[in-house]
């Protein structure tokens, strides 16, 4: 990822977001397993992050500066207490962040799996990436867009045990944006801030529209349930003979409503006949492999069949 991708990132996503690393979730398999297993599972999915080479972080350092400038003097911190890096950020520049193990400094057991480095800006905190590689790592903290102190922190990215002993030099690189940049970045915030208002959009409808089906289903079951006037329970119930020609095993809803309505789930085999008693006003349905309807049949006083056509649609006489 490089620095306009990483800025452009960063900046849209809350606190808690990760720019080029992925924070396991607290639904994944690691859920269930102690911090140890948890850090051993990660850091085999991540390739094991601090077992890479030299070469590696050189090659990842060269790719994630390129454009970038060296921007003060290496800080020296180190691993058993690491403080917070905190340096003054001027708007329109992006930064990086090198961190290079010194001599006699190893890494602990609780940077395993990598680190979480937390950064704060003026106007917005995030968490940076792309973390640690072998001795080192490199963290984007994105493009400022006011002045003000920047704060860098790190962290085990599962457990609490140590990351390391030792000294570490951080160094600190920075782009100051073209003007073409800085309108692409713009352009790029804007779409993707019209993108999730459609996304909050989208999902808003397709709840209302759940909500009311869900509302008109329930209306629905009540009816049913009711007993209909001038009709005894013996004159509106109807033995239907189901038959099915379709090639495959179909699943069925007996009901008014598939998925949220009351009613039954079933299956009719092919080339099956089998037998049904409904009342007048039921409904059947064949069902889509999303367990929603497909095609329906009305049950009326007359009917005697329903057929599961060769098209696995239905039909009823």
């Known amino acids: ?19 080029c690393f992925v924070v396991p979730p607290a639904t994944s398999t690691y859920a269930s397993a102690d911090p140890a297993q948890q850090r051993a599972a990660f850091a085999q999915s991540m390739g094991y992050p601090t077992r890479k080479s030299a070469e590696e972080l050189e090659q990842t350092i060269a790719a994630q500066t390129r454009g970038f400038r060296p921007a003060g003097r290496p800080v020296e911190l180190r691993l058993e207490a690491p403080e917070p890096f905190v340096f003054e950020g001027v708007s329109g520049t992006c930064y990086m962040i090198v961190m290079r193990l010194a001599d006699g400094a190893a890494w602990g057991p609780g940077a395993e799996a990598g680190l979480r480095f937390d950064f704060r800006r003026p106007e917005i905190s995030g968490s940076g990436g792309p973390g640690v590689v072998g001795p080192g790592a490199v963290v984007s903290v994105g493009c400022a867009e006011a002045a003000g102190p920047i704060t860098l922190t790190m962290a ?31 352009e ?28 008109a289903a329930f ?55 089998s037998s049904h008693t409904f009342r007048v006003g039921d409904m059947m349905w064949v069902l889509d492999d999303r367990g929603e309807g497909a095609s329906s049949v009305t049950i009326s006083a007359s009917t005697r069949t329903i057929e599961i056509t060769s098209g696995c649609g239905l039909s009823s006489r």
């Open 1 to 19: 990822m490089n620095y306009r991708l990483a800025s452009i990132h960063l900046t849209l996503l809350a606190t808690s977001s990760a720019a």
């Open 156 to 186: 085990p990215m599962i457990g609490q045990d140590p990351i390391g002993e030792g000294p570490i030099q951080l160094e600190l690189y920075s782009h100051v944006l073209t003007a073409a940049e800085k309108r692409q970045l713009e």
């Open 188 to 215: 790029d915030k804007q779409r993707q801030l019209a993108e999730q208002r459609a996304f909050a959009a989208q999902q808003a409808e397709r709840e209302a529209r759940a909500r009311e089906e869900r509302e």
């Open 219 to 273: 209306a629905a079951s009540r009816n049913a349930s009711s007993p209909r006037p001038g009709a005894s329970p013996s004159s509106s119930s109807v033995s239907v003979t189901i038959r099915s020609s379709c090639p495959r095993t179909v699943k069925v809803f007996y009901g008014d409503t598939p998925k949220y309505g009351s009613g039954t789930t079933s299956s009719v085999s092919s080339n099956s006949v």
